[in-house]
């Protein structure tokens, strides 16, 4: 442990963290008693016009699930893995040393360029032109569209396998803020042009595309990957805070929804409401409340509560998914959910291991995340699908999180043909040291993020 907090990161870990960071903490401190305080709310209180599904054995799939997961994510965050890890490679270990003798370790955290970054920049801005080209094409529809004409953008349409490129932000946010921490080499400044053009697009998406999650989807990944230095350069009173993030985390998101939707959507229904704030929590409430309906709407089809069911295929889940909209739920609310819809895909028969095998993964992507590895880019993204674990299955390979996933595994299989690549210049004392280190990085101090 080093030194004393709510997250221990190990021998060689990044220091102190709240207690939130930890995914079997976040699923029985937070992610447990929202679902409960959603089950037990009074659901006349959403704006949706669907039919009631959601009842008491839905929520006790929804507790096994959290329960599930919680102890995979234990089973992840312990060393067993990393034990096995290490044995494994120090069989291959020798021989490698015996090959290449005096190579430094964890050269792929030391020697990952910034200029990835650029390229990844590029990337994210090309595929946002050609997402929002019939804007430019058309500038009327901006002001309609900020005039409240909520359905103008579904006549849009994308380029599969071009516009959804958009979604690297979620590793773009990530690095960036994991070179702002010190995690990864590169110094960055916080205030710069990239993170202009980066957070500004996505905040013109989220104003137009009416797609608050794109804004999160950057601005969470850089803070979690800037968390490091926040907590190493804040006081005891800070810490407090960070601490009690997640009580404090539902008033500041109602703020930020209430204010996009000011500009978004009251116009529109303004005259159905008795002030801005009522419809802002009531609108809120109703996105999360109707993902878990829809997932138990869907998962009351399958045969899930009937015995043991097999997997469902996606054609099949989105036939029913689709049905139910024609009819018994409302389009306007239309989120997957995020438990139910992993617990209708499984089925009851593989329900435990599925869930299992998840919460394994949060801890495994944390281990990654605080000790600095390149694998912990995969933890923000794990940390969102935590947040949004009632409303969106991030973990289960959607569309959001493929770009993301794809440019991570090849970051990765960069970083293990680096010792057959780079060659070793040793210096007096026997010190060995990459040939071609990354430009203007000093070393990485894990204890002590810049």
Known sequence: MTGSGDSPAGKNGIGWLPWWTRPSLMLVGASLPALLLFSFSDSRMTLSGAQLFYGHRDLLVGVAAILLLFCGALLGESSLFSRIGRSLRGESGRAEETRRPGLPPRLGE????????????????????????????????ALEVLGGNLELKHSFKTIPGVTTWTQISLVVGAIRGMRWSGILPGRVKLI???????????????????????????????????????VSQSG?????????????????????????????????????????????????????????????????????????????????YEQIYDGLYLGALDVEYNNL??????????????????????????????????????????????????????????????????????????????????????????????????????????????????
């Open 110 to 141: 030391t020697m990952l360029s910034t200029r990835l970054d650029s390229f990844l920049m590029a990337v994210f801005l090309v595929s946002h032109l050609l997402f929002f080209r019939n804007f430019f094409l058309n500038p009327g529809l």
């Open 236 to 316: 005891p009173r800070w810490r407090t805070i960070f601490r009690l993030l997640p009580l404090l985390l539902p008033g500041l998101l109602l703020v930020v929804f209430t204010a996009f939707e000011a500009l978004r959507s009251w116009g529109y229904y303004s005259g159905q409401h008795a002030s801005l704030f009522e419809f802002g929590w009531r609108r809120l409430y109703t996105y999360y409340f109707e993902a878990m309906n829809t997932g138990a709407a869907v998962l009351g089809t399958t045969g899930f509560y009937d015995g043991l069911s097999g997997t469902l295929s996606l054609a099949a």
């Open 337 to 450: 959910s995020g438990i139910w819809y992993i617990a209708a895909r499984c089925g009851s028969l593989l329900f435990t291991p599925v869930f299992v095998l998840i919460g394994i993964w949060f801890g495994l992507t944390w281990r990654g995340y605080i000790a600095g590895k390149l694998f912990g880019l995969f933890y923000p993204l794990t940390f969102l699908g935590l947040m949004e674990i009632i409303r969106i299955p991030y973990w289960f390979g959607t569309n959001r999180a493929l770009p993301t996933t794809l440019v991570i595994l090849l970051i990765l299989c960069w970083a293990a043909t680096l010792p057959y690549r780079v060659r070793v210049r040793v210096r007096r004392g026997g010190t060995a040291h990459p040939r071609t280190p990354a430009r203007g990085y000093a070393g990485y101090s894990p204890t002590h993020p810049r």
């Open 192 to 230: 710069s042009w990239y993170h202009l053009f980066f957070f500004g697009t996505l905040f013109v998406r989220a104003i137009l595309w009416s797609e608050r999650l794109a804004l999160i989807e950057g601005a969470l990944p850089f803070f979690v990957g800037a968390l490091p230095r926040l």
